[in-house]
């Protein structure tokens, strides 16, 4: 029997109709893995496609053992297919990238040495908006839109990365694992960031080309995407939604207080006009939002102390695995040396 080889790199390919890329995307991902090493594997994941995705790929793999394939029907968004690629891979590093290879298969070679190579950093982010990182053909519309809310979410995430919400990454096989995950959509990458960094896990961000798509239709959902990515950011740092609220409010109140002052100098201020009401109901509607504002900042400070703990629970849950198979396996060995003494 043939003893498991645990591959050195696994990719992770969600797949959502893209039967057009499938084999063009397969081959170059192979040989770029087989020039970086002999052991990987390939976990294309199949997200409830409409189209011929899981057939061409359940052919590919047939030639190519190490491409593996996973799928569920229906779709259920690009979160789902992430889980459950991680969920299946085994390599000491763990990439994710797209189905259309709109960042180069070179990229996975060079994040993975990276790691490799620099022991202080647990995962790679590679960024087209870093120094000597660049895009090519893509349409200026969502050039702007993924630059702008990029620098909004880093901001809410008290992040230096600058590509926030891209699928080129690689991972330490134990920093992935380690991470409990549960989004379904587009905002699995900030989720993963916002964990990671909560748990102490160094990034690297590299350089990266990002281009344009070359064939199949583009998945990208403005509205949905935008939506999830906002609701992310008030509630990794919720003061940025309370905090403007509670100032605007208070603003009001205090022109509103300035007004009435003026009044009163000019002696025509009638005490029983709504506006001394309404003055005093913003100003104390304000501080209290300003209140929840903080006291959800302490709660997500909170959050962060419990992956914390979270992480430090899956070392010493691993170092007690490793130490109990250890002895088995001396174990085991005691043993057999015994019944080699007897014979």
């Not at 084999?23 to 390939?42: G, P």
């Not at 991680?86 to 070679?109: M, N, W």
Request: aromatic letters at 10%; glycine letters at 6%.
């Amino acid at each position: 029997m043939e003893r498991f080889r645990r591959p050195e790199i696994s990719v992770i390919i969600p797949m959502y109709n893209e039967e057009a890329n499938v084999k063009r995307t397969l081959d170059r991902v192979s040989a770029a893995l087989n020039s970086f090493c002999d052991q990987w594997e390939i976990i294309a994941v199949d997200d409830g496609s409409v189209d011929r995705t899981k057939e061409v790929v359940k052919r590919y793999s047939k030639l190519e053992p190490k491409v593996k394939l996973a799928s569920y029907f229906p779709n259920q968004g690009p979160g789902k297919a992430l889980r459950t690629g991680f969920q299946k891979a085994q390599g000491k590093i763990i990439c994710s990238t797209d189905a259309d290879l709109s960042y180069s298969e070179i990229h996975l070679v060079k994040m993975a040495g990276i790691l490799q190579n620099n022991p202080e950093y647990d995962f790679v982010v590679g960024s087209p908006y870093v120094q000597y990182g660049r895009t090519e053909n893509v349409p200026g519309s969502r050039l702007l839109i993924s630059k702008l809310g990029n620098k909004i979410l880093s901001y809410a995430m008290k992040s230096k990365v600058t590509t926030v919400t891209g699928v080129l990454r690689a991972y330490r096989y134990n920093c992935i694992k380690s991470l409990e995950l549960e989004s379904e959509g587009k905002e699995i990458h900030l989720e993963i960031l916002s964990k990671a960094l909560a748990m102490g896990y160094k990034p690297y961000e590299m350089p990266a080309v990002l281009k344009g798509r070359e064939k199949g239709s583009s998945k990208f959902r403005f509205k949905a995407t935008a939506l999830s990515h906002l609701i992310f950011s008030f509630f990794e740092r919720p003061i940025i939604l309370f905090g403007l609220i509670g100032l605007f409010l208070v603003v009001l109140g205090l022109i509103g207080g300035g007004y009435l002052v003026y009044l009163w100098q000019m002696k025509t201020l009638n005490p029983d006009r709504p506006l001394v009401t309404l003055v005093a109901l913003f100003i104390l509607t304000g501080l209290q939002v300003l209140l929840f504002g903080f006291l959800g900042t302490q709660i997500v400070q909170l959050r962060k102390e419990i992956y914390k703990i979270q992480r430090e629970n899956k070392n010493l849950e691993e170092i007690l695995t490793n130490t109990a198979s250890n002895s088995s396996k001396r174990i085991s060995h005691r043993a057999f040396i015994k019944s080699q003494i007897q014979k």
